[in-house]
Structures are given as C-alpha cells and as structure tokens.
C-alpha cells in the first residue's frame, strides 16, 4: 500500500513540473530599432525608432 503511495506521488510530482510555461515581457511582437536594424542590414536605426516614423 505505501508503495502505490510513492509511485502516485512521483507520478503526481512528474505532471506538475511538466507543465512550465514562459513568459516574454508585455511587449512581446516589439523589436528595439536596434534589432530591426541588424535584420534588415541598414545602415540606420533612424527609420526604425517610433518617433521617426511618418504617419500617414
């Protein structure tokens, strides 16, 4: 009987570490102009920053 005790507990303690999420920071889908520039091969992180970015 203590047996099947340990075993579920294992069993139990194996399911609730498998089940890790990450989380990214609140702006995930956002890249510094930086890392836009480094991308794309620019010369400039000019055009890439938000406030020099034209609205139209």
Request: aromatic residues 10%; proline residues 7%; glycine residues 8%.
């Amino acid at each position: 009987m203590k047996n099947s005790y340990l075993i579920f507990a294992v069993v139990l303690m194996m399911f609730a570490s498998s089940c890790y999420t990450t989380r990214t920071a609140g702006n995930s889908g956002k890249v510094p102009p930086g890392q836009a520039k480094k991308r794309t091969g620019s010369r400039s992180a000019k055009p890439f920053a938000p406030g020099q970015q034209h609205k139209y």
